[in-house]
């Protein structure tokens, strides 16, 4: 396009300058703006297979820490009270195991229902007939 080949002409400043201006007069399209800037890797090190890349790797290890740190939270500093303190320590045990059962079961939901759907590909693929779209 005529304009976006003129605003790369004159560099970021250029860029900036619309985008700013755009914020103050519609502040959605200088949300639009803002988004292409970005995506399209006018502004730097961002957008790009190399920026995804880095996302990817980063959204992975913070799931590893969230794991880390909330495991780190479940044993909590003693208060003094001995009785609260193995309360505590029991009922943060059950939920726990509630949690992991919880995923279990629904890793079997899941395993279950693609099996079924599987199934019913198959039995239709034998029958001949088309298969039908199921959500």
């Excluded at 495991?71 to 726990?96: C, I, M, V, W």
Aim: with cysteine; hydrophobic share 40%; net charge positive.
């Amino acid at each position: 396009m005529h304009v976006i080949d003129t605003l790369d002409g004159y560099g970021k400043g250029a860029w900036i300058t619309v985008m700013v201006l755009s914020f103050i007069l519609f502040w959605p399209v200088g949300l639009g703006v803002l988004a292409f800037l970005i995506w399209s890797g006018r502004m730097g090190n961002f957008g790009g297979e190399a920026w995804r890349k880095d996302m990817q790797r980063e959204a992975k290890s913070w799931g590893c820490g969230a794991k880390r740190w909330a495991k780190a939270q479940s044993h909590f500093r003693p208060t003094g009270n001995a009785a609260f303190d193995a309360y505590r320590e029991e009922t943060l045990k059950k939920l726990e195991d509630e949690a992991e059962e919880f995923r279990q079961f629904l890793t079997r939901l899941r395993e279950a229902r693609d099996k079924a759907e599987f199934d019913q590909f198959m039995a239709e693929r034998r029958s001949g007939s088309a298969p039908t779209a199921t959500s």
